[in-house]
């Protein structure tokens, strides 16, 4: 028999993070870890003192993945900058759907969040934007990203197509008492739904938003 590999911090975050993955944050539990690493799960309290500080590595690891504003990034306009951003983050929002909660309930960060946080708050400081408003677009922006990937967790589970739910919702209420809804419900069954596309247009509205505040 081979000698057994050592225990890392990253093979255990790695683990975490896999465990999340394929069963959601709720099953993720010390002694599921444990288990799945074939240790006791008092091993585990030698690397991570709690399971907050395991969440707050967990969610360290993936956002340091997406990186920094690098030199190329410099010569770039703001909202390029933050279009850049957006899709980062909505593409590791959409692999890992548990992340935007385990962000929201940690309030102490690693340093590869802090980092990104600053360089973020940076991008819209040098700018020309106020402290407070950069603060206010940032949470604008992440809560719209945040709102997108639920809602496309929620029709990931559904076998039916974005005209047939129009079609499905439309059909439990009166057009003429609810005339906008109609509108809104023909809409999405005249020319179905695209995410990407809405995406990016509704990012845009935020970005030209936030650019009146330069004006």
Not at 87 to 103: E, G, K
Request: glycine letters at 6%.
């Amino acid at each position: 028999m081979g000698k057994r590999q050592s225990l890392t911090r990253e093979h255990i975050v790695n683990q975490a993070i896999a465990i999340a993955d394929k069963n959601g944050i709720e099953a993720l539990s010390m002694r599921k870890l444990a288990t799945d690493l074939n240790i006791q799960a008092m091993s585990l309290y030698h690397h991570f003192k709690t399971k907050d500080e395991l969440l707050s590595c967990m969610a360290d690891k993936l956002i340091g993945g997406m990186g920094l504003p690098d030199q190329e990034d410099e010569c770039l306009d703001w909202r390029m900058i933050l279009r850049k951003r957006a899709a980062s983050a909505r593409d590791l929002f959409r692999s890992h759907l548990w992340l935007p909660q385990v962000i929201d309930f940690q309030v102490h960060s690693g340093v590869k969040r802090l980092e990104y946080l600053d360089s973020y708050i940076g991008v819209l400081r040098k700018a020309g934007l106020s402290i407070e408003i950069s603060l206010r677009a940032i949470a604008l922006i992440d809560s719209f990203i945040y709102g997108y990937c639920r809602q496309l967790a929620h029709s990931a589970t559904s076998s039916l197509t974005a005209k047939e739910s129009a079609e499905q919702f439309a059909s439990g209420f009166d057009a003429s008492l609810y005339p906008y809804l109609s509108e809104a419900s023909a809409l999405i069954m005249r020319r179905g739904y695209e995410p990407e596309e809405e995406f990016d247009s509704s990012l845009e509205l935020i970005l030209r938003a936030i650019g009146l505040e330069l004006e």
